[in-house]
């Protein structure tokens, strides 16, 4: 089992930034493809970034140069810097574990999950 804790999500303007952390437990984080995903009512879970094992990343069209995922092995932790913030960034934001060392778009393709962060950003 993975234990998930995501942190960091709040209130911020348009143009403006946070950064997402998904504090992980359990088996080794190493091991694990590592996504966040975004969702707001009424709407799919959707694709935002994801990074493997040896932190190559992949990222939405929406979200490219503007998002950032990141992670630190040795505090078991992967990140999403998230820059240029817009109104319809405004989403409850989860991250993900995959037990493959290969990333996917899909939710489907992951294993364990986070409670989820708010993030909303006024305009």
């Known amino acids: 089992q993975v234990q998930l804790v995501e942190s960091g999500g709040g209130l911020v303007q348009a143009g403006g930034s946070l950064r997402l952390s998904c504090a992980t437990s359990?088996?080794?984080?190493?091991?694990?493809?590592m996504g966040w995903f975004r969702q707001v009512p009424g709407k799919e879970r959707e694709f935002v970034a994801a990074?493997?094992?040896?932190?190559?990343?992949r990222y939405a069209d929406s979200v490219k140069g503007r998002f950032t995922i990141s992670r630190d092995n040795a505090k078991n932790t992967v990140y999403l810097q998230m820059n240029s913030l817009k109104p319809e960034d405004t989403a409850v934001y989860y991250c993900?574990?995959?037990?493959?060392?290969?990333?996917?778009?899909?939710?489907?393709?992951?294993?364990?999950w986070g409670q989820g962060t708010q993030v909303t950003v006024s305009s």
């Open positions: 993900a574990a995959r037990s493959s060392p290969v990333t996917a778009t899909n939710p489907t393709a992951y294993d364990y």
């Open positions: 359990g088996r080794t984080f190493s091991n694990y493809a």
């Open positions: 990074i493997n094992w040896g932190s190559v990343t």
